[in-house]
């Protein structure tokens, strides 16, 4: 038999570092501070090769995801540089299909720690996140329409959220109105408004919780709940049964219950 090898080496990077941790967390940071971490081609290609080796890397249980500098986590498209487009826009893509885990079969938990300005294309990573946590001086807005655009792509993954009011209000304004942490906290969209200098810390944290639980469990209930969102309800509930017959025998037998009874729990 062939003994186990230690983890895979991280591909190259251009716009984000990416660091993993003994405790199996994926920790990668949006690197282009001077560009308000706005994403171009370059970030496009890097996410795509990051969830490729998260799904494949048995060694990731969790990934994080942050942003360098102090004004924002991500402002979206960067306009001045752009990102490559299809002479036939028939063949155009989304640019959701290289940022957003879930679309790219990666069903590794995401944690995202947001601070600061999280606008428009943003919304990619925070729409596919399975828990945000943010800085007490996070806003987020869309500022399509401002600019003359239409807002449907990062709205339509925001809509199975949070209520459809708050989406169109945030639509609909653009730039002149921004939501604050503590609303975002208020309908649901981040689950947790930290001081800012604890924000990396408490992504952290959370994540290395999930982290160390079976990760068969954590992701066949990641993969299950998020692909009930493009199904009916029984086709959805057929689902989750066949991953839970797939997924329990293997989580739980490595799980040690008088150890999980005797653990300390926090109380929110």
Not at 18 to 37: F, K, M, Q, S
Not at 130 to 141: Q, R
Not at 164 to 187: F, H, P, Q, T, Y
Request: charged share 25%; hydrophobic share 40%.
């Amino acid at each position: 038999m062939t003994p186990p090898t230690g983890p895979s080496e991280l591909p190259d990077f251009g716009t984000i570092l990416a660091e993993l941790g003994e405790d199996h967390v994926l920790t990668v940071t949006l690197n282009r501070p001077e560009r308000l971490n706005a994403f171009n081609q370059q970030t496009l290609d890097d996410f795509a090769a990051l969830w490729r080796y998260a799904a494949q890397e048995d060694a990731v249980h969790v990934v994080v995801l942050q942003a360098e500098g102090e004004r924002a986590f991500c402002t979206g498209v960067d306009v001045g540089e752009g990102i490559d487009r299809h002479p036939n826009p028939f063949s155009d893509l989304d640019p959701g299909t290289s940022l957003s885990p879930k679309l790219n079969r990666c069903w590794k938990p995401l944690v995202c720690a947001v601070h600061g300005m999280v606008a428009g294309g943003a919304l990619y990573w925070l729409n596919e996140a399975d828990l945000i946590v943010a800085a007490e001086d996070a806003t987020f807005f869309d500022p399509h329409t401002t600019y003359g655009m239409v807002a449907a792509l990062e709205p339509i993954g925001l809509v199975r959220r949070i209520p459809i009011g708050e989406v169109l209000r945030m639509v609909l304004l653009g730039n002149d109105e921004r939501m604050s942490a503590r609303r975002a906290l208020e309908i649901g969209f981040v689950s947790e408004v930290v001081e800012r200098e604890r924000l990396r810390e408490r992504a952290h944290e959370l994540a290395a919780l999930i982290a160390a639980k079976p990760p068969v469990a954590v992701q066949g209930s990641v993969r299950a709940i998020w692909e009930s969102l493009d199904t009916g309800r029984s086709q959805a509930l057929a689902t989750g049964l066949a991953y839970t017959q797939i997924g329990n025998p293997i989580g739980k037998a490595r799980i040690d219950r008088d150890a999980v009874k005797n653990r300390k729990y926090e109380v929110r």
